[in-house]
């Protein structure tokens, strides 16, 4: 695998034992439009396939393109989207099924579900040397159509890119200034401790 080097994670700095996995994982926007080999591809969903849900439902599903349908997913992004991801090597939605299996009723926690396979399937990623980025401008009402969803039965969640990264020289120069992994606000801003 190509990879391109000198990342800058010098604005990660975590507290003591935290696995280096989570801080340096990073969505860039640029990639390498380089075919991923079906066993890596297998190892990336399959993580996905032992994440926790909601009594097991496993709600979440992955829609991805093949080398016959990557320009009609690349065109159900947003515009600022195709710019950059035309050059990742696959595309694809994260679709959550609104339902319990076992009984039919409303799993309002589908989406949290959801969120906890697209953790493991972008951290298998990164192990296996490849960067995944989520994208919230995409075109819902056309992957509604486009995938043959009906939205009282599941929801379109977002758009991802998956691939190698890339050379930023590829990107616009709005989308090179940030190409550099983001920092995090601060433990106590998300860890409330009460006592009530």
């Given at each position: 695998m190509?990879?391109?080097?000198?990342?800058?994670f010098s604005n990660?700095?975590?507290?003591?034992?935290?696995?280096?996995?989570?801080?340096?994982r990073w969505s860039p926007r640029a990639m390498?439009?380089?075919?991923?080999?079906?066993?890596?591809?297998?190892?990336?969903?399959e993580a996905a396939r032992w994440s926790p849900s909601c009594f097991n439902d496993q709600p979440w599903r992955f829609y991805t393109s093949t080398d016959s349908t990557f320009d009609t997913?690349?065109?159900?992004?947003?515009?600022?989207?195709?710019?950059?991801?035309?050059?990742?090597?696959?595309?694809?939605?994260?679709?959550?099924?609104?339902?319990?299996?076992h009984n039919g009723k409303p799993n309002v926690h589908a989406d949290f579900d959801?969120?906890?396979?697209?953790?493991?399937?972008?951290?298998?990623?990164?192990?296996?040397?490849?960067?995944?980025?989520?994208?919230?401008?995409?075109?819902?009402?056309a992957v509604y159509?486009?995938?043959?969803?009906?939205?009282?039965?599941?929801?379109?969640?977002?758009?991802?890119?998956?691939?190698?990264?890339g050379d930023p020289a590829t990107l616009t120069q709005e989308q090179q200034a940030k190409e550099t992994p983001s920092g995090r606000v601060p433990l106590n801003e998300i860890w409330i401790t009460a006592d009530r």
């Open positions: 190509t990879e391109i080097a000198n990342v800058d990660r700095q975590s507290l003591p034992g935290v696995d280096p996995q989570f801080t340096h390498q439009r380089t075919a991923i080999p079906q066993d890596d591809l297998a190892a990336l969903f997913y690349l065109n159900l992004l947003n515009a600022s989207n195709q710019t950059w991801a035309k050059n990742a090597a696959l595309l694809g939605f994260i679709v959550s099924r609104q339902h319990f299996r959801a969120g906890a396979g697209w953790m493991a399937l972008t951290l298998q990623a990164h192990r296996l040397g490849y960067h995944t980025h989520g994208m919230a401008g995409v075109n819902y009402d159509e486009y995938l043959g969803l009906e939205r009282e039965n599941f929801r379109v969640i977002c758009g991802f890119a998956l691939g190698l990264r």
